[in-house]
């Protein structure tokens, strides 16, 4: 009896165990799911000079078709409030990559070109080198456009002439016989956190005409190209492109699907790996010149431009799937977004019934809101509610502590310019209460929005609208300020009747400007 006892109190030992051991495993299993879904891939889509109004969710009036794009906004969460830390290229991929605004830099206004030194100093915190430390690998590939320190053949490092590098781009950089090609440049993606990078130097107007991979010419810049378009009654639209040197068999039409070929061969490496990626992905387009392949030619209705758009959400498209079929969709963080607005000129939307820029004053360029309210969206499975939307004011230059975010160990000190939004994707909060946001144009005008208050210094565009920057006139307004909920187009500059919102607007601008 006693044997028969103590068998069925082991059976039921063991069953317990069993039990128990099972129990273990699953907690673990849930943990463990957690802490992927907790640290995510991450893959952070840059579109090239697309505007809020391009993309067909956004804007219901919109004459080109973005399905993909609009897949991410309807899985994910949409931000109707976001905004780039720049109005042009150059000081947007800066402020992205080091949560930093760019005029804080060296470079006050305007954009690098294609033979400028790197803008990222090596002691430069970035969301790729903190990654890197988080046990990512790190991927940079499409347009860069921050600087690049190419060997020269006497053994140093080319470091451009401050104040003519734009000059050089118009008449022609003739400095390029002084470089090596053959040698890797310094600087770069892999100088900025980056493990792997695939990259055309600058945007696909100024030359060289080129790519690098890993910091090292794919093939030389040896031919020449007199340019495109350069006389064109509407300058710098369409297949628009400056003259310079060139790699012998680089094609204008051929970058876009060559960007999008490393990416989906990039994501495809990282197949059963054991470690997360972030994969950072400006796209060169719909950046002139516009260039779509001939098999998007003509699928719109907004000529070139609408055309390339639609080429643009192809890749996009491509990408999202690449990431479904190696089975790494659920635990990657899609983030889509633009450096800038659109260059889409008042005659555009006369002619072809399209607001790129959606309602708002302005294009790319400008510090109105046409310059840079951008299209922002989110896709986390598991994480992000699919078809929420968001009405918080951001920058771009929030992704580097959102990222920080994730961690809970965070040696790396918080960027000034950038906070978290990762409360707001996960709808615990509403709002995370960040300090106003500074806009600035192509020029270097300022601006700073704060709620529904939005104060510019000085008059105009600062950018490629007119009037770009008139003179004030005698007892006349000396700025803008504008209140966006009653007036989101800019209409009503109410800088004389609300001079106390002024002088507060321009006391915190010149906090955060350190004045």
């Known amino acids: 009896m006693l044997k028969q006892t103590y068998s069925k109190m082991k059976k039921q030992t063991l069953l317990f165990a069993s039990i128990l051991i099972s129990l273990l495993i699953l907690n673990s299993c ?21 505007g809020y109004g391009d993309v067909s969710s956004l804007n219901p009036d919109s004459k080109i078709r973005t399905p993909n794009i609009d897949k991410i906004s309807q899985e994910g969460m949409v931000f109707r409030d976001a905004h780039s830390n720049s109005s042009v290229c150059t000081p947007t991929r800066y402020g992205i990559l080091t949560g930093q605004y760019c005029w804080r830099s060296r470079i006050k206004s305007g954009v690098l070109l294609g033979y400028s030194p790197s803008l990222i ?46 000059t050089q781009a118009l008449r022609g950089f003739k400095d390029h016989e002084s470089i090596d090609f053959t040698q890797p440049a310094k600087g770069g993606p892999l100088g900025a956190g980056f493990d792997y990078s695939y990259i055309l130097p600058a945007s696909l107007d100024f030359q060289p005409y080129m790519y690098l991979e890993n910091n090292l010419a794919v093939e030389a810049p040896t031919a020449y190209t007199e340019g495109n378009c350069l006389n064109a009654p509407i300058y710098a639209t369409g297949a628009f492109w400056r003259q310079g040197q060139m790699a012998p068999s680089f094609t204008f039409e051929g970058v876009l699907p060559t960007f999008t070929n490393k990416a989906v061969e990039f994501i495809e490496k990282q197949k059963g790996s054991d470690k997360p990626f972030f994969l950072y992905f400006p796209m060169n387009a719909p950046h002139t010149p516009w260039v779509p392949t001939e098999e998007f030619k003509g699928t719109s209705t907004v000529d070139e431009y609408g055309d390339f758009v639609q080429m643009v959400d192809n890749q996009v498209g491509q990408l999202l799937q690449s990431l479904k079929d190696n089975g790494l969709e659920e635990n990657t963080m899609v983030i889509f977004t633009s450096d800038n607005g659109a260059y889409w000129r008042p005659e555009f939307i006369d002619k072809f019934n399209h607001r790129s820029n959606y309602s708002f004053r302005g ?61 707001i994707l996960k709808e615990i909060e ?31 565009s600062g950018g490629f609208s007119e009037p770009k920057n008139p003179d004030p006139i005698p007892g006349g307004p000396q700025g803008q300020l504008y209140n966006l909920k009653t007036d989101p187009q800019e209409k009503d500059n109410l800088y004389l009747t609300e001079p106390l919102k ?14």
């Open 121 to 166: 100093e090596e002691t430069t915190p970035t969301v790729a080198k903190y990654l890197q430390n988080q046990n990512y690998t790190t991927a940079c590939i499409g347009k860069w456009h921050l600087g690049v320190d190419f060997k020269l053949k006497d053994g140093t490092y080319h470091q451009g002439e401050p104040g003519i590098e734009f």
């Open 30 to 50: 849930e943990n463990n799911n957690n802490m992927e879904l907790d640290h995510p891939n991450i893959v952070y889509i840059l579109a090239d000079d697309l």
């Open 430 to 460: 509403k709002t995370n209460n960040r300090a106003p946001v500074i806009h600035h144009s192509g020029q270097g005008k300022f601006g700073i929005r704060d709620g529904d208050w939005k104060l510019i210094e000085g008059l105009g």
């Open 502 to 515: 002024v002088e507060e607007l321009k006391t915190k601008l010149m906090e955060i400007r350190g004045y």
């Open 363 to 423: 294009m790319k360029s400008d510090v109105w809101e046409g310059g840079h309210h951008i299209p922002f969206m989110v896709k986390w499975p598991g994480r992000i509610k699919p078809g929420t939307t968001s009405k918080q004011t951001i920058s771009l230059t929030d992704f580097f502590d959102t990222v920080r975010n994730l961690f809970e160990t965070n040696k790396t000190e918080k960027p000034e310019d950038s906070f978290s939004i990762l409360s």
